[in-house]
């Protein structure tokens, strides 16, 4: 099996920045997308971001756009999520997810906490 464990949660004024952090473990990605979620409470799990893991292709939530960018680190087998520009209403549960070619998002992480305060 496959493991991924975010880091680099914290709670941040608005207008900062973070950085997350997605470790996999346990398989090489080189066929996967990885993504970015997000959870909020009461709130529904939205996609912020993903990229592929060999050929480095990246989309975004539009949400986000121009405030965070999705990185890989290939040797690492670990996927950033730099954010920009914080806004409370970014304040969330992160997760990072694994999805094959054909597939679904079948590998999850536990989350990290984002707090954004005003």
């Known amino acids: 099996q496959v493991q991924l464990v975010e880091s680099g949660g914290g709670l941040v004024q608005a207008g900062g920045s973070l950085r997350l952090s997605c470790a996999a473990s346990?398989?090489?990605?080189?066929?996967?997308?990885i993504g970015w979620f997000r959870q909020a409470p009461g709130k529904e799990r939205e996609f912020v971001a993903d990229?592929?893991?060999?050929?480095?292709?990246?989309y975004y939530v539009d949400s986000v756009k121009g405030r965070f960018t999705i990185s890989r680190d290939n040797a690492k087998n670990t996927v950033y999520l730099q954010m920009n520009s914080l806004k409370p209403e970014d304040t969330a549960v992160y997760h990072c997810?694994?999805?094959?070619?054909?597939?679904?998002?079948?590998?999850w992480g536990q989350g990290t906490q984002v707090t954004v305060s005003s």
């Open positions: 997810a694994g999805k094959p070619q054909r597939g679904s998002w079948d590998y």
């Open positions: 990229i592929t893991w060999s050929g480095g292709s990246t």
């Open positions: 346990g398989r090489r990605f080189s066929s996967y997308t």
